[in-house]
């Protein structure tokens, strides 16, 4: 998805996500497909976001996830991918029932999240 210089991904709206069912501890919840996203990895006047790396796991309800770190403009982030399967009063305008949350990490003067575990790059997926 490419955002014009200078506005951040959260404002921009994001492709929606497409699902496959999976059951963990015997609740099912969609498992974030983001197999339509192509990442970027040199800047263009187009599209001056950078996709670092990714990595899936579960949340403690056994609610599947996926992040994915970028940055822009001097500020990298992550942004999370889950399901609202569950969840009360959680769709957006669209009916989606993939929520996104951004977190930023740091940008060019201070770190504010340390990374717990190593990301995979692109082009290492399952």
Not at 33 to 61: A, M, Q, Y
């Amino acid at each position: 998805m490419k955002r014009s210089k200078g506005t951040p991904r959260s404002s921009a709206t994001p492709p929606p996500a497409t699902v496959t069912d999976i059951a963990v501890s015997g609740v099912p919840y969609p498992k974030p497909d983001r197999s339509d996203h192509s990442p970027n990895f040199s800047k263009t006047p187009e599209n001056d976001v950078i996709d670092i790396g990714w990595d899936e796991g579960i949340l403690s309800d056994g609610r599947r996830y996926r992040v994915e770190c970028w940055a822009q403009d001097q500020v990298t982030s992550l942004t999370y991918f889950f399901s609202t399967r569950g969840l009360e009063n959680m769709t957006n305008a669209g009916g989606s029932n993939m929520w996104s949350v951004n977190v930023v990490v740091g940008d060019d003067e201070k770190t504010f999240v340390s990374a717990q575990r190593p990301l995979r790059p692109y082009g290492d997926q399952p």
